[in-house]
C-alpha cells in the first residue's frame, strides 16, 4: 500500500496539532503499530514547532507558511518538513542544547525517534528541510482492510 499527502501550514502554533492528528489518522487507517505512530508523530510535532518558531523571516511582518509532507510506501515512512526560513549555514549542525535549557531537544528527539534523519538547505529559495524516515510496523487486522 502507497499512500502520500501534503499540506501547506501558516507559522502558527495551532497548524503543529493539525499535521500530527493528519498523521496519526493516516496511519491508524492504514494499520500501522501505535508505538511506530507515535514515535512518528512526536517527531513530525517536533518538525513542525521548529518550523513554526524559525521558519520565517522575522523581519517580514508576514506569517509564512511551511510544508509537510509525508509519504507511506511499503515498509517505510517519510515525512519531510519545508519552511522558508534563514535556513542553517552549510556544515551547520544544530548546537546541543544545555542541561537546564528550555528549548533546543526537538532536532535530536527527532533523531532518536527516527531510523533516518536528514537537515539540510531547501533547494534554490532557502529555507531548511527536515526529512525522517522509519520502518513500519502493522498491527491486526488494519481498518482500511476491513472497511
Known amino acids: 500500500m502507497s499512500i502520500w499527502w501534503s499540506l501547506h501550514l501558516r507559522r502558527e502554533a495551532a497548524s503543529v496539532p493539525l499535521a500530527r492528528r493528519l ?27 521548529n518550523a513554526v518558531e524559525h521558519g ?11 510544508r509537510v509532507t509525508a509519504y507511506l510506501d511499503g515498509e517505510k515512512c517519510r515525512i519531510e518538513v519545508a ?12 548546537r546541543p542544547a544545555g542541561p537546564d535549557a528550555e528549548h533546543g531537544r526537538g532536532l535530536f528527539l527527532i533523531r532518536e525517534l527516527a531510523d533516518h534523519v536528514h537537515i539540510g538547505a531547501k533547494p534554490g529559495r ?15 487486522d488494519p481498518s482500511l482492510l476491513t472497511a
Open 56 to 66: 520565517g523571516n522575522a523581519t517580514s511582518g508576514v506569517s509564512e507558511a511551511y
Open 23 to 49: 498523521l496519526l489518522g493516516t496511519m491508524e487507517t492504514a494499520g500501522v503499530d501505535p508505538e511506530i505512530s507515535y514515535d512518528l508523530s512526536v517527531a513530525l510535532s517536533e518538525a513542525c514547532a
Open 83 to 94: 519552511d522558508s526560513g534563514p535556513g542553517l549555514a552549510r556544515g551547520q549542525e544544530p
Open 126 to 140: 532557502g529555507g531548511t528541510v527536515v526529512s525522517f524516515d522509519k520502518t513500519l510496523k502493522w498491527k491486526k
